[in-house]
């Protein structure tokens, strides 16, 4: 049974930092690309973070560039997202997603988290 949950939300103030955390079982992890993404409280796909099987590209939505860094460690079947400078616009549940073809920060993800709630206030 594929699962991916997903940890290291909170409360945060503007310009503050948190690292989230995603462990992933029930799939061969490194196969797969990963990727965070919010979902706002109208179910709004937004911003994105995107990292190869490897790890060896990433692609990040031009909101977040120079502020994110998506990493994971295929031995640990772990992935990660540290963000800086953080903004009240940000706060929403974030989700860490897995897909087997074709990175991307668009279309369909096979394997979805639970999602950890991040909130930024200003």
């Known amino acids: 049974q594929v699962q991916l949950v997903e940890s290291g939300g909170g409360s945060v103030q503007a310009g503050g930092s948190l690292r989230l955390s995603c462990d992933a079982s029930?799939?061969?992890?490194?196969?797969?690309?990963m990727a965070w993404f919010r979902q706002t409280p109208g179910d709004n796909r937004e911003g994105g973070e995107v990292?190869?099987?490897?790890?060896?590209?990433?692609i990040y939505a031009d909101s977040v560039k120079g502020r994110f860094s998506i990493s994971r460690d295929n031995a640990k079947n772990r992935l990660f997202l540290e963000m800086h400078s953080l903004k009240p616009e940000e706060s929403g549940r974030y989700y860490c997603?897995?897909?087997?073809?074709?990175?991307?920060?668009?279309?369909?993800?096979?394997?979805w988290g639970q999602g950890t709630q991040i909130t930024v206030s200003s």
């Open positions: 997603a897995a897909r087997e073809h074709s990175c991307t920060l668009f279309g369909q993800y096979d394997y």
């Open positions: 029930g799939y061969t992890f490194s196969t797969y690309c």
């Open positions: 990292i190869s099987t490897t790890g060896d590209f990433t």
